[in-house]
T-cell receptor
């Protein structure tokens, strides 16, 4: 049981490049979500999904795209990276958002030059 | 969205001391959790506590939902308690809002 797996752990991009951060969970969790963590800002919700085929925007969705084709995977896409997207990204999942504990991945550190 | 205020922002303790961390919410939440982020960046859930009091070893938490705040107590602190403590609230709309954290340093 691996929990929540994020790849890559580190990535450096140039402005304008695209990339996908991968998130996979093996706990059969319905709810998955992406956050970014910036110094002094805590964690902010980017996008979330309550099940396969369903996604919705969080607090800071601009510049990011998601899809949920399977229960296990929830990739986060940056279509045209900007320096303002330099951050640490966390994926988290839970059985259902209502009354369950969030389980986090180890994080992905992204630097956009 | 919901505003989450944590206090104090920074805390330095001598090993063995006790501390209380506070989390205030601007609106009601139906899923309140406390997390510890260790120095390697890993976020670990400490408590799911939408109301009432829970204890786990040297840690305990109390949430007063009607007044929209939660407290995390750390007793007999150890150097391994160092890191950042976050509270987070989940809404009926499936969104989670995090505070900016309390950075705790425990010195031997």
């Amino acid at each position: 049981n691996a929990g929540v797996t994020q790849t890559p752990k580190f990535q450096v991009l140039k402005t304008g490049q695209s990339m996908t951060l991968q998130c996979a969970q093996d706990m059969n969790h319905e709810y998955m979500s992406w956050y970014r963590q910036d110094p002094g800002m805590g964690l902010r919700l980017i996008h979330y999904s309550v099940g396969a085929g369903i996604t919705d925007q969080g607090e800071v969705p601009n510049g990011y795209n998601v899809s949920r084709s399977t229960t296990e995977d929830f990739p986060l896409r940056l279509l045209s990276a900007a320096p303002s997207q330099t951050s640490v990204y966390f994926c988290a999942s839970t059985l259902g958002a209502g009354a369950n504990v969030l389980t986090f991945g180890a994080g992905s550190r992204l630097t956009v030059l | 969205g919901i505003q989450v205020e944590q206090s104090p922002p920074d805390l330095i303790l001598q090993e063995g001391a006790n501390s209380t961390l506070r989390c205030n919410f601007s609106d009601s939440v139906n899923n309140l959790q406390w997390f510890h982020q260790n120095p390697w960046g890993q976020l670990i859930n400490l408590f799911y506590i939408p109301s009432g009091t829970k204890q786990n070893g040297r840690l305990s938490a109390t949430t007063v939902a009607t007044e929209r705040y939660s407290l995390l107590y750390i007793s007999s602190s150890q150097t391994t308690d160092s890191g950042v403590y976050f509270c987070a609230g989940g809404t009926a709309g499936n969104q989670f809002y995090f505070g900016t954290g309390t950075s705790l340093t425990v010195i031997p």
